[in-house]
């Protein structure tokens, strides 16, 4: 069975790190990999790769960086005669990124077997680019895996018929806790002068956040306040750092004394920095899922969350764009008054294997 897998982006490749461990120890797997080129500087592609043992990939596609539509008009042209050359049996994607998409689109148009992995999220949100991502890619999906019952029931209350549906459990978790003995080592408090739990770690880059100048200053006003009370680490992403240059944020930041600007982040470095903080700050969505695993409080910035369960079972909470929400929260967790939270079922580093079983008995059967 050849099982050509895809990545793109950042997020995408702690997913995919366990799967092409297990599809390589299965004997009738013959797995391939495509990179289609989305993320492309060292930090923020090859490095992941290094960290994470994932093998070099078998095809870059060197897509780069363009408007939306054109990105995933570029990825859907050359994907097709990749498709054509290499014939796979199944094309398995991950996540929500433009590749994702853009590689279900073809691989339904040229009738090759889809399978989902991180299925049936939902933020109910159609104005972020990565819900029309999962959206399409769902619909489109002959088998779809998700990582919680919960996300399992959005599917079915699209239509979805339930035996294309499995739970499976989180994938990303395998990686964390493969890598969290390795991250321990990493010496990045010690770069920063940080001591355990007592720093804040923040990561930002959605473009509701960081495109519009007037909320990314609200933002720097509020985090200038916190950083006045504790330190705050900030791995700053391309996008981000591009517009607090254009918006002239810089020098505003340069009078921060306490806040600490980095480039992005390895994986080895970066679980470090989370597992070590008194609180994490992000608008990420696979952070709200890692400090779930880990219990350490974490207050989103956006308006709603695709992953709800690390609200209502994890240490997460949503702050919005809302900045005095996020300054109380902030107070909340220094006060120590924070839920402790529980790590969600199938969140428990064996996710791998049971994406092998599912896609093994799926397509025998
Ligand atoms: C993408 C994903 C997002 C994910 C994020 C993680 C989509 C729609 N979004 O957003 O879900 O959370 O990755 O990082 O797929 N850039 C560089 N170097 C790179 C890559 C990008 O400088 O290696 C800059 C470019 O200016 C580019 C911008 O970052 O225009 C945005 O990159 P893009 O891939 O379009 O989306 P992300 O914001 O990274």
Redesign the pocket.
């Known amino acids: 069975m050849k099982i050509l897998n895809i990545v ?4 995408n490749f702690m997913k995919i790190a366990p799967v092409m461990a297990a599809m390589y120890a299965h004997a009738d797997i013959e797995p391939v990999l495509l990179h289609t080129g ?4 060292e930090n ?2 090859e490095q992941f790769f290094r960290e994470l043992n994932i093998p070099y990939p078998d095809i870059n596609l060197g897509i780069g ?1 363009d408007s ?1 539509a054109k ?1 995933v008009a570029k990825i859907m042209e050359k994907f097709d005669d990749v498709c054509n050359k290499e014939k796979p049996d199944i094309i398995l994607v991950v996540g ?4 994702t998409m853009a590689c279900s689109l073809v691989a339904a148009k040229s009738g090759i077997k889809l399978v989902h992995l991180e299925a049936g999220l939902r933020s109910n949100d159609r104005s972020m ?2 819900e029309i ?1 999962r959206l399409v890619t769902d619909v489109l999906a002959d088998m779809l895996l998700t990582p919680s019952e919960d996300a399992s029931r959005n599917l079915l209350r699209e239509g979805i018929s339930p035996e294309k549906i499995v739970c499976v459990g989180n994938i990303m978790i395998d990686t964390l806790y493969h890598f969290l003995p390795l991250s321990a080592k990493s010496k990045i408090l010690e770069k920063h002068g940080l001591k355990e739990k007592e720093y804040i770690l923040l990561t930002m ?1 959605r ?1 509701s956040n960081v495109d519009q100048k007037e909320q990314l200053e609200r933002y720097f006003d509020a985090f200038n306040i916190i950083q006045k009370k504790i330190p705050v680490i900030f791995p700053v ?3 981000t750092m ?1 517009n607090i240059d254009a918006f002239g944020l810089d020098r505003k930041i340069r009078t921060m004394h306490n806040f600490i600007i980095e480039n992005t982040l390895g994986y080895l470095d970066f679980q470090k920095l989370t597992s070590c903080s008194r609180l994490v700050i992000t608008d ?2 696979g952070i709200q899922e890692e400090t779930t695993v880990m219990k350490i409080p974490c207050i989103t910035l956006r308006e709603n969350t695709e992953r709800p369960i690390t609200v209502s079972m994890g240490t997460n909470v949503i702050a919005g764009s809302d900045t005095d929400k996020m300054l109380e929260y902030v107070d909340a967790a220094l006060n120590g008054k924070w839920k402790s939270g529980k790590v969600p079922e199938k969140w428990d580093g064996r996710t791998a294997q049971r994406v092998i079983d599912a896609i093994v008995k799926g397509m025998s059967g």
Request: glycine fraction near 8%; hydrophobic fraction near 10%.
């Open positions: 793109g982006a950042r997020p989305q993320h492309y500087d923020m592609s960086s939306q990105q929500d990124v433009n590749s680019p990565e991502n880059h473009p992403h391309p996008r591009k990420s969505g």
